[in-house]
């Protein structure tokens, strides 16, 4: 069965530098989400992604954040300069279908950051 | 803005039938109602959705009034591997974004 994949699977760094984290969507998918879940909270929105920009962002992905679909498989999110609140589980989500909560989101195995 | 109300925690036994209640008021009119299911360390995982009245699949079946302000989650017969986080996830009224339920906390007990 098809899975998204992100890697690393835990990063460690230190407050003000810079991140990357990555996600292989499913290959045929066309929507790609990132969400964020602070340990024992529940699941944010952060943003979501469609033809190649962003369709939608929620009040959490401010200037700090950024996405990118540098190639035809790989699905990138980046936090500029890290603050110890941006410590949490991102998870990547796509969809072969979008526009909404709708359709079936399939989600990675998340990539635990750590801020120090 | 679109608020959705999840009880916090649950539990259950083996065989039992569970009901899960998500409120949420202000969502898209056009858009469906999805429950995930979260287990510890690993990425939600679609259960059911839908739009209005009932839906039932393999795993679940999902009952929405016709007004739309709550769904209910049925789970028949639940097992130990129950055991998870289950969340409502809407999408917002006005701004059309995800919203997710704070999640509840099942516990299926033997």
């Known amino acids: 069965e098809p899975e998204v994949t992100q890697t690393p699977s835990h990063q460690v760094t230190q407050m003000g530098q810079e991140v990357i984290l990555r996600c292989v969507p499913i290959?045929?998918?066309?929507?790609f989400y990132w969400y964020r879940q602070i340990l024992g909270q529940k699941v944010e929105f952060l943003v979501s992604f469609y033809n190649n920009e962003i369709s939608e962002k929620s009040e959490i992905f401010d200037d700090q954040f950024s996405v990118e679909r540098p190639d035809g498989s790989n699905f990138t999110l980046k936090i500029r300069s890290t603050k110890l609140e941006d410590s949490a589980m991102y998870f990547c989500?796509?969809?072969?279908?979008?526009?909404?909560?709708?359709?079936?989101?399939?989600f990675g195995p998340g990539t635990r950051l750590t801020v120090t | 803005l679109a608020k959705t109300t999840q009880p916090i925690s649950m539990d259950s036994y083996e065989g039992q039938e569970v009901n899960i209640t998500c409120s949420h008021n202000?969502?898209?009119?056009?858009?469906?109602i999805t429950w995930y299911q979260q287990f510890p360390s690993q990425g939600p995982r679609f259960i059911i959705q839908g739009y209005k009245t009932k839906v039932t699949n393999e795993v679940a079946s999902l009952f929405i009034p016709a007004d739309r302000k709550s769904s209910t989650l049925s789970l028949p017969r639940v097992s130990l591997s129950d055991t998870a986080v289950y969340y409502c996830?809407?999408?917002?009224?006005?701004?059309?974004?995800?919203?997710w339920g704070a999640g509840t906390k099942l516990i299926i007990k033997p």
């Open positions: 290959s045929n998918h066309l929507y």
């Open positions: 989500a796509s969809s072969n279908i979008g526009g909404g909560s709708s359709y079936e989101q399939y």
């Open positions: 996830l809407v999408g917002d009224g006005s701004n059309y974004q995800l919203i």
């Open positions: 202000n969502i898209a009119t056009n858009d469906y």
